[in-house]
């Protein structure tokens, strides 16, 4: 079995639509992974449907009961990320300070210190009208802890592709160069990068690839919007030479894109005539190289 990863050094490069495309067209060897779990959107596509929904927990928060707090102020006095306050007589955590490092459950005279498992979002594995397998996850608002949460969205993936016999995993990952990238990266066999034409687009593409190669996984790059800035597309597709990053193809600015993800579709239900040869080129070349 096979992983594929789609990302981005930034946000609004047409990522999940080409992600999209890519299921649609390969929907029956494949599963799909939705990583970018701070925004996941490919179910706005894929319409997930029979999900099976599990809390996901990460990381713990300390709790005082204050029924065994004696009010030593210890904790109070201790914590190095002032997470604790004075309240009504004895003391309590402030939940968004707190960072579960459980120094304050360690110290406490009274027991009175217990630290709870936070539950910070959910993952689905969903069926989806393609008929490929969808896993997908939400983050609670300010909740942290992605990297972890990508990390079990692939696994589960893994697992499922490995039950119904798939030979790829296709996932979707976050923009950027953080944590929830690094971890669609764990594991990976095969990058596609996808950038725009401009001069901030060129540079995220620098530095997303630069984290590409230090897992030595082989990339290749789509390059949307190709003909908006022909000069940049001219100097990405010299880096993409010199950085041994294979060119998968340009795609120039198209209505379709919007068009597609206002309607729920992917760009080859949107317009098939244009969309299928192109991508029908790319997964081909995508399968030779992997
Ligand atoms: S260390 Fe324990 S007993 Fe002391 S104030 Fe904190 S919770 Fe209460
Ligand atoms: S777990 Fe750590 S951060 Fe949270 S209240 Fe206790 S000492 Fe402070």
């Given at each position: 079995m096979k992983e594929i990863v789609i990302i981005s050094g930034k946000g609004g490069t047409g990522k999940s639509s080409i992600c999209a495309a890519i299921a649609y067209l390969a929907k029956a060897e494949l599963v799909v992974a939705d990583c970018d779990v701070d925004a996941a959107d490919l179910h706005l596509i894929l319409h997930p449907e029979n999900s099976k929904v599990q809390d996901f927990y990460s990381g713990v928060l300390a709790e005082i009961d204050p029924g065994k707090c004696s009010a030593c102020g210890l904790c109070y006095q201790k914590c190095r990320f002032d997470a604790i306050e004075p309240f009504e007589g004895t003391y309590r955590v402030i939940d968004l300070e707190c960072e579960?490092?459980?120094y304050c459950y360690y110290i406490c005279p009274e027991d009175a210190i217990s630290l709870i498992d936070q539950n910070v979002g959910k993952f689905l594995i969903s069926d989806t009208r393609y008929g490929c397998s969808l896993v997908h996850a939400h983050l609670k608002i300010g909740a942290d802890n992605?990297?972890?949460?990508v990390a079990k969205v692939k696994s589960e993936a893994k697992a499922i592709a490995k039950v119904q016999d798939k030979p790829y995993i296709l996932a979707d990952g976050s923009p950027g160069i953080g944590c929830p990238v690094i971890a669609s990266l764990a594991g990976a066999d095969y990058v596609i990068l996808v950038t725009e034409s401009s001069k901030s687009g060129l540079s995220d593409l620098k530095r997303v690839q630069e984290l590409v190669a230090k897992f030595q996984i082989p990339s290749a790059c789509i390059v949307n919007k190709a003909d908006i800035n022909p000069s940049v597309t001219n100097d990405i597709h010299k880096y993409l030479n010199k950085s041994k990053v294979q060119h998968l193809g340009d795609i120039p600015?198209?209505?379709?894109f919007h068009k597609a993800i206002a309607m729920g579709r992917s760009l080859i239900e949107?317009?098939?005539?244009?969309?299928?040869?192109?991508f029908t080129e790319y997964w081909q070349t995508i399968k030779e190289n992997i």
């Open positions: 579960g490092c459980g992605s990297g972890k949460l600015y198209a209505d379709d949107e317009n098939e005539a244009r969309w299928l040869p192109i």
